[in-house]
């Protein structure tokens, strides 16, 4: 007989022959990957049940290039409502499935909290995902994806303008002639040529930048602690440390993350390393630098110039100190504001965005495992098999909430390294936490989820003799110490078990407690660190 095991309170008949030969699909579709980001069960089953038709909806919160609000269309409804204060936000959410924003629209925790747990994916047109509450849209199950590539260019053009224009008083020269004067002298400038550039982050904006400049005749390190010495040398770009890159160079330029290691990096006792006269340009985020230790360091004459893009409050406040200071050139947040690049992040964002709500795994995912499609392709009825697994494993257990310590066993032919198990861990964490609580569990919270529970889930493999072509031959599910309310469900020692393989594509149950012990030495073992107790 065949049972549901689809929601929480479904009957599950487990008499050792259901155990045995159950059949884990309650109809006859495999669902798509929605489910990996689904974050609401009632949501789960309208993406299940084949696009019961009702489109989603994407509230676009800042101006998106048209490319991308049509990709967006053909897939959605699109409601663009621009310039929304955080309460307007919070009210519109609940009708969302999908939010977009540039960097001046603050993500909050009260966004994902307002969202009613509609909210599956939140797109940041651009890079810096700093404005987003990554740890909040992590426990509320939403994926973040960003748009990490087609800005690139224009950041680090932007970057090389503002280095170009401070050295040469381009901005102060032009508001000069502007009213009415004729200042030669006042606007002489400093030469690029054989000065040494600190470029700070050589990521994708910083690698561009380094080799603009070294183009412009500059003498080029950087400082990253991340970046591979073998890309910087390919771009002629010494590695250096911290200190050695702030001491040396003439012109500083940074490109990093802001992140709480990298707030505030320049600051009072950093200014006061640098070498007398240095330059300093700011395209990356405005966090990164103290500002009134740099408007100290200015009026110190340590720093000669400054060339910002971006502030630690945007906008800054009219009085600014800094933005009306004499030597600093300053651009409203620019750096990705070319008409090619917002044409190119509007389509990268929209594609992601139409991507995830499809289920498909975005490859810019910020908050989520990256398994490349082809993986999850091949995992897709797996996926299934390990959800229900978990389902049926926690709900043979008295009471469900006295699961603790959860052991996941793969058997395979695969050599370790060519299973991922992450989607499928994550699926079981779903079946094992959803039929016992009100949280709805994903790709992206599994691993939250189940810490929060204090629930451990641990994963051995197997590896079995014959052919890697499949990736799994079963999943075994294990709760360890916890009571049944089925005598026939649990060993000696307290253990349920289930397992499952999938046949022609579907999911089966293939052993309950009793049958797993004789399938265990069928099995051509070559590697097993099981406990073979039971
Ligand atoms: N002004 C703009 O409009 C604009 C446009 C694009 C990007 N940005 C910003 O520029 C920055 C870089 O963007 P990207 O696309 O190059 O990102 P990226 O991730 O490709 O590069 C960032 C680099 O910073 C490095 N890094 C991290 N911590 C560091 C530290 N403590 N010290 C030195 N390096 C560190 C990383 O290893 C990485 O290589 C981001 O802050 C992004 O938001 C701004
Ligand atoms: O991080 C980024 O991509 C840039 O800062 C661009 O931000 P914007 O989308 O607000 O222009």
């Known amino acids: 007989m065949a049972a549901t095991t689809s929601t929480a309170s479904s009957n599950i008949l487990t008499t050792k022959k259901n155990l045995s030969s159950l059949s884990l699909t309650s109809t006859n579709k495999l669902p798509t990957f929605s489910s990996l ?124 303008a503002l280095l170009a224009a401070m050295a040469r008083n381009v901005a102060q020269a032009d508001a000069s002639l502007k009213a009415g004067k004729w200042q030669r002298n006042k606007y002489v400038g400093v030469s690029l040529v054989g000065k040494t550039l600190a470029v700070m982050g050589f990521g994708k904006v910083g690698s561009e930048v380094a080799r603009r400049a070294k183009g412009l005749g500059m003498h080029v390190i950087a400082h990253d602690p991340y970046a591979p010495a073998d890309r910087a040398r390919a771009v002629g770009v010494e590695l250096v440390s911290f200190d050695e890159a702030i001491a040396t160079a003439d012109f500083i330029s940074l490109h990093m993350p802001l992140t709480p290691a990298t707030a505030k990096i320049l600051n009072d006792e950093t200014f006061a390393k640098m070498k007398k006269g240095v330059r300093i340009v700011n395209v990356a985020r405005g966090g990164v630098i103290d500002e009134d230790a740099l408007v100290r360091a200015l009026d110190a004459g340590i720093v000669a110039q400054a060339a910002l893009d971006v502030f630690t409050v945007e906008p800054p406040p009219q009085d600014s100190k800094l933005v009306q200071h004499e030597r600093v050139t300053v651009t409203p947040h620019l750096g990705a504001s070319t008409i090619e690049a917002q044409e190119g992040v509007a389509i990268e964002i929209a594609e992601a965005v139409v991507g995830a709500l499809k289920g498909e795994l975005a490859s810019t995912a910020v908050n989520a495992p990256m398994v490349p499609a082809e993986v999850l392709t091949e995992l897709k009825p797996y996926v299934v098999l390990a959800e229900k697994l978990g389902r049926l494993a926690v709900q043979l257990v008295s009471g469900g909430s006295g699961v603790k310590d959860v052991k996941v066993t793969y058997a395979s032919s695969r050599a370790p390294d060519d ?25 992206v919270n599994a691993d939250f989820s189940a810490k929060q529970r204090g629930l451990r889930l641990s994963e051995e493999r197997i590896h079995l003799d014959g052919s890697p072509e499949s990736p799994l031959d079963s999943i075994q599910v294990q709760i360890a110490n916890v009571e049944s309310k089925f005598a026939s469900a649990i060993s000696e020692t307290g253990e349920i078990k289930v397992e499952g393989r999938v046949k022609d594509g579907i999911p089966h149950l293939t052993k309950g407690r009793k049958r797993i012990r004789r399938a265990e030495c069928q099995c051509q073992l070559h590697e097993c660190r099981k406990d073979r107790s039971t």
């Open 37 to 160: 980001y689904s974050s609401s069960r009632r949501q789960r089953f309208i993406v299940l049940s084949a696009s019961l038709n009702s489109k989603p909806t994407v509230l676009v919160a800042e101006k998106l290039g048209e490319a991308g609000i049509n990709l967006l269309k053909d897939f959605a409804n699109v409601d663009c409502s621009y310039n929304l204060s955080p309460d307007e936000l919070c009210t519109k959410i609940s009708l969302c499935d999908a939010l977009i924003v540039r960097s001046g629209t603050k993500v909050s925790r009260e966004v994902f909290e307002s969202s009613g747990g509609r909210l599956k994916v939140v797109g940041r047109a651009g890079v810096g995902i700093d404005n987003v509450d990554l740890a909040a849209a992590t426990e509320h199950g939403c994926l973040v994806v960003n748009a990490p590539t087609a800005n690139t260019i224009a950041a680090a053009e932007h970057g090389i």
């Open 419 to 443: 299973l991922d198990t992450r989607v499928l861990r994550a699926m079981i964490t779903k079946g094992l936490i959803e039929p016992i609580s009100s949280v709805f569990v994903n790709l």
